[in-house]
């Protein structure tokens, strides 16, 4: 995934993508987004063939992660928010809390590669700092 991809609209797509993974799903990139791969009989080859590899994938979640928190720091660096840059706070807070629910699925899809879990718990924790961030400066409407 490109590092220059900080745009909300594709932050949000990655997070409603990851907020879709099921247990046995994996994850791959294409053009900056997340794509899920379901399980099929084809599916070990196809990968391997396209270069998709779980490494891979846990580097891309980690830019997801990265531009969330830049995005949400940008927000809130300027003192007045508008009533938009509050409703999109407000989606992506709703936004994370369900692509965490994912990343779940996802560490049960890699339950034997412990390594790969535990970059996803490290993914996990660093969305729910940044739910934290978000709740705490949120002004409801």
Sequence with gaps: MEEEELSIDN??????????????????????????????LSQGILRWFNDYSRE?????????????ELYISSIFENDSKSVEDNRMCQNILLEIT?????????????????FVQSRLDVAKE????????????????
């Design 126 to 141: 660093k969305f729910n700092v940044c739910k934290n961030n978000l709740s705490q400066k949120l002004e409801v409407s």
């Design 11 to 40: 932050i949000i797509i990655n997070l409603k993508m990851l907020s879709q993974i099921r247990q046995n799903d994996k994850l791959y990139t294409e053009n900056g987004k997340f794509r899920i791969d379901s399980p099929k």
């Design 98 to 114: 369900r692509a965490i629910d994912g990343l779940q699925n996802l560490k049960l899809t890699y339950n034997d590669d412990t």
């Design 56 to 68: 891979k994938t846990i580097d891309d979640i980690d830019v997801v992660v990265k531009h969330t």
